[in-house]
């Protein structure tokens, strides 16, 4: 029986703070980028903040998904590669902010078809 699922994946690695950061796209020639882990790290002792990651196709939000972290907690979602928690259409820019100034690390794990 053939292998279901991406033959290739790859981990994006960003910054989320006060001022919203570009921290991928998904080149044209692919059909959709799937994130099926994300891994967020708050490094900050503040209270518990939030960040958001946010889908742009051009300057025109479309989407965006918020997270909550308390300080210094880490958020760990995971999931089989076939069945991803988001999804990023070809052309789509990938944001991320977050809630106050603070320092949240962010590993996400994708792959393009």
Do not use: C
């Not at 196709?57 to 991803?84: Q, S, Y």
């Amino acid at each position: 029986m053939p292998k279901i699922g991406p033959q290739d994946t790859y981990e994006m690695i960003g910054w989320a703070s006060d001022t919203e950061q570009t921290i991928g796209n998904v080149p044209s020639d692919k059909f959709a980028r799937k994130v099926y882990s994300i891994v967020a790290i708050h490094h900050t002792p503040s209270a518990t903040s939030w960040f958001a990651l946010r889908k742009y196709k051009g300057t025109t939000l479309e989407r965006e998904t918020k997270f909550v972290l308390g300080a210094f907690a880490t958020l760990d979602l995971r999931r089989d590669p076939e069945a991803p928690l988001l999804t990023f259409e070809a052309g789509r820019d990938i944001k991320t902010i977050a809630g106050a100034p603070t320092s949240i690390q962010l590993i996400l794990s994708y792959y393009d078809i």
